[in-house]
């Protein structure tokens, strides 16, 4: 029989590690199939992008974005190293923290519907950490990545 100190002590334990099963930031409903839906709406998640027009990897990540993520690298690199940014960003585990960092940073409710959820996270990427909220259907590039959103979320790889 367990007792309600085991149950407490077992609810804390499973807390702890949900909190800290990445990098030790709970982003609310940052999911494994959130990160899938973000890279198809950034290119397909194609792992084979390279670097094009100051954006580099599966979820096309530019300079400033990942400076404002907090300058992530791969392990054993430096952020001072010229093209760090460009290989973190070209390898799709460390361009999910990249991400991680960009959405510890920015992420909000863009949508203001009272929940944070992949949705905004597709919107802060679209628009920018300061811009989330203005809707994407007012540009071609935003049209499609709300299409795309819609395509993966009916795969159900968002959840």
């Known amino acids: 029989m367990i007792t309600p100190a085991q149950v ?52 096309n990540i530019s300079r400033v974005y990942w400076v404002d993520a907090g300058n992530i690298t791969l392990p054993d690199d430096e952020p001072e190293r010229n093209n760090a940014w ?14 991680e960092g960009y959405l510890q940073r920015f992420g909000k409710d863009c949508n203001d519907d009272g929940v944070t959820d992949c949705y905004d996270y597709m919107m802060i990427n679209g628009n920018g950490g300061y811009g989330c909220t203005s809707p994407l259907n007012r540009s071609a590039n935003g049209r499609k990545w709300l299409r795309r959103y819609e395509e993966c979320r009916s795969s159900r790889l968002v959840n």
């Open 8 to 59: 407490a002590l077992l609810s804390i334990l499973l807390v702890t590690f949900l909190w800290t099963k990445s990098s030790g930031v709970f982003i609310p409903n940052l999911t494994d199939g959130c990160y899938r839906c973000l890279c198809y709406i950034s290119t397909l998640c194609d792992v084979s992008n390279d670097c094009s027009g100051g954006y580099c990897g599966p979820f």
């Open 86 to 99: 460009k290989d973190c960003a070209r390898n799709y585990q460390c361009a999910r923290r990249i991400i």
